[in-house]
C-alpha cells in the first residue's frame, strides 16, 4: 500500500511505534444498487475504499480523493454512516497504527470502475446479494449504509 509523504516523514522520527491517525472509508452505490468494491494488493481481500486524509483535508474531500484515485470513480458523500476507533495494527515492516475511521455513504457520479493505482488488484461492482468473501470491516460498514438510521458510534463505556 502506497505511504502517504507525511507518514513516511513522520516515521524518520517516529519508528515503528504506534501512530493514532485518522482515516476514512466509502461505501459507494450506483443507480443500480450496487456497491464499489476493491480487492486489495496487499492481502487480495475484496474491502470498501478506504485511505488516509492528508493534512489539512476534510474527511469528505479525502474520501472523494480516495475513491477516486483507487478506482477511478467520481462520487458524492451523501451521509456518515459510522465513526469508530479500529484496533491497533502492524503492517508487515513493523509499523504500528491505530485508526479513527469516519465511514460515508456515497453515490457515484461518473467514471469506469477500473483498477485505477497500484492499491488494488481488481475493482468491481456488486449486487448486494452477490458479495465476495469479506471481512467485517466492510459488512458492518455495508450494513449501516444501508440503513437511514443516525450515524453508527461505540455507545460510551461499551468495551
Avoid at 23 to 49: K, T
Amino acid at each position: 500500500m502506497a505511504i502517504p509523504d507525511f507518514i513516511r516523514d513522520l516515521r524518520a522520527t517516529a519508528g515503528h511505534q504506534l501512530l493514532y491517525l485518522p482515516g476514512v472509508s466509502a461505501v459507494v452505490f450506483d443507480d443500480e444498487g450496487r456497491v464499489l468494491l476493491g480487492r486489495r494488493a496487499d492481502n487480495g481481500r475484496w474491502v470498501i475504499i478506504c485511505g488516509i486524509p492528508e493534512p489539512g483535508e476534510q474527511p469528505a474531500e479525502a474520501v472523494v480523493r480516495e475513491v477516486e484515485e483507487e478506482t477511478a470513480v467520481r462520487c458524492v458523500p451523501e451521509r456518515i454512516v459510522l465513526v469508530r476507533t479500529l484496533d491497533p495494527m502492524t503492517y508487515p515492516n513493523g509499523d504500528q497504527c491505530q485508526f479513527v475511521d469516519v465511514c460515508f455513504r456515497c453515490r457515484a457520479v461518473g467514471g469506469e470502475a477500473r483498477v485505477n493505482d497500484d492499491e488494488s488488484l481488481e475493482v468491481g461492482w456488486f449486487a448486494l446479494d452477490a458479495l465476495p468473501a469479506m471481512e467485517d470491516f466492510s459488512l458492518i460498514r455495508i450494513k449501516e449504509a444501508l440503513g437511514d438510521g443516525p450515524t453508527w458510534f461505540e455507545p460510551v463505556g461499551a468495551e
